[in-house]
């Protein structure tokens, strides 16, 4: 199955779909969560954008947002704790979401994207190179939602700590997707830093997100070693 406009205009739509809802729930729900919900809308309109405007990087960014919100849906029903009505709505954000996570999927999308010979030219990247660029963002696509709900929701702790990780996941992400050393540094400290504070506050999210970012800069540590044995 080819239809790769279509299948990229039904992802574009599910994306711009989210991003308005968050924006909406943000200037009219709970004032409480209004930062959460306004930086989750803006994480909806880059995957929208980046995919209508064809950056090599959108397909894998967007397919970690997707995955956010299937895993997302699917935690809400095992947990077995739902509100009654809530599994309609569940179902639909897990529907929606999985629906634009395959249309993403496979290598007849990559070709508009991550496909292009262009970038791969420029930063002098091959094949290896580029999946182990491509899995780095697509796991930080999903942790990024995670570690603003944990930052941005209202709690208990310190918000210098709070903002430091949400700088730490952005800036390291477009660190990584300019190649640079330092954006896999940051978020491989974000990820380590949510696995400590998951431990000290028993929560999943930061322990997911964390596991994630730590996944992201793994790999790039053999060759950052090599790099720096030849220097």
């Known amino acids: ?45 880059l995957a929208f954008f980046s995919l209508v405007a064809g950056y090599f990087w959108a397909r894998w960014y967007s397919l970690g947002v997707g995955l956010y919100g299937v895993i997302l849906a699917a935690v809400g029903f095992i947990s077995g704790k739902l509100p009654d009505g809530s599994e309609g709505i569940l179902m639909f954000v897990g529907g929606t979401h999985l629906a634009a996570t395959l249309s993403l999927w496979g290598s007849a999308m990559a070709g508009p994207y991550d496909g292009q ?18 899995r780095a963002v697509i796991r930080a696509g999903v942790s990024l939602p995670l570690v603003l709900a944990y930052a941005l929701a209202p709690r208990p702790g310190s918000l210098i700590v709070s903002l430091a990780l949400v700088a730490l996941t952005g800036f390291g992400l477009r660190a990584l997707l300019k190649l640079k050393t330092w954006g896999v540094l940051a978020l491989g400290t974000a990820g380590f830093v949510l696995l400590a504070l998951a431990g000290v506050d028993g929560l999943v999210t930061p322990a997911l997100a964390g596991a994630l970012l730590v996944s992201s800069a793994v790999p790039f540590a053999g060759p950052m070693a090599r790099w720096l044995a030849v220097r």
């Open 117 to 134: 010979t262009a970038w791969r030219e420029k930063f002098h990247m091959d094949d290896h190179a580029v999946q182990r660029l491509g």
């Open 1 to 45: 199955m080819k239809l790769v406009g279509e299948r990229r205009a039904l992802a574009s739509a599910v994306f711009l779909f989210y991003c308005l809802m968050y924006m909406l729930n943000g200037y009219m729900g709970d004032p409480a969560m209004s930062k959460f919900a306004y930086a989750v809308g803006g994480v909806y309109g």
